[in-house]
């Protein structure tokens, strides 16, 4: 076990994994265990120092309040699995979280509003109403409908020319409505003819080098299965 817990926590914090030094607040446990099952899934180990040093848990209290986050603070509720391994005299808590099947997942905040996050690297972003509704048109498995009219060729036309487009900057292109422009992008992410880049100063989305099915050069409509 002592092997298993040193290659873990020589990983360093990452897409799927997160230190925590001690639980003293269940809505930022919350914050991760959403962020989670909203993303790949992934594990947090607490008693661990940002650095990966040992610090160990402090009692048994913390177990509930893992509880707590995962029942009362997150919407819907997670489900996790959590164990405990002694590494010397110091017991850690490593909590799994399975991608979920119910996404979005929300967390509630000090002011009482639910909020989405996702895993990006190390850090917990705040989804955007476009990451929202890809969550919700994968859940429903009901297939999407991807037209390339006007909007669609004018966004193609943009990211081929200048690499990368923001929100706000395709709606001016485009000239359309916030919630047609989110649909648009949202269809194109799940397609994965876009890929999006996250970072706490916003989203930008580009064309998907890796495109295997050539959409940019066909230019029709796909009904998409997800």
């Known amino acids: 076990m002592e092997n298993y817990l040193r290659k873990l926590i020589e990983e ?11 639980v003293s607040d269940s809505r930022k446990i919350a914050r991760t265990l959403v962020a989670f099952s909203n993303t790949d899934g992934g594990r947090l180990l607490i008693g661990v120092r940002d650095n990966g040093s ?14 707590t986050a995962a029942h009362l603070f997150c919407r819907p509720e997670i489900s996790y699995s959590i164990k405990q391994h002694t590494s010397g005299t110091k017991t850690l808590l490593e909590v799994e979280v399975l991608r979920g099947s119910k996404r979005p997942y929300q967390v509630k905040d000090e002011s009482g509003r639910w909020l989405a996050y996702f895993r990006h690297n190390d850090q917990n972003l705040l989804a955007n109403r476009i990451l929202l509704q890809v969550w919700r048109k994968e859940e429903k498995k009901s297939g999407v409908m991807v037209r390339f009219g006007k909007a669609e060729n004018a966004l193609m036309d943009f990211l081929t020319k200048n690499g990368s487009v923001t929100f706000s900057r395709f709606r001016k292109i485009a000239k359309i409505s916030s919630y047609r422009a989110e649909s648009i992008i949202a269809n194109l992410l799940i397609f994965k003819v876009l890929i999006m880049k996250a970072s706490e100063k916003g989203f930008t989305y580009e064309l998907n080098p890796d495109d295997p099915l050539q959409l940019l050069n066909e230019k029709t409509s796909f009904n998409i299965p997800v």
């Open 12 to 22: 360093g914090e990452n897409q799927h994994l997160d230190f925590k030094y001690c």
């Open 54 to 67: 040992i610090a160990g848990i402090q009692s048994d209290e913390e177990i509930y309040m893992v509880d």
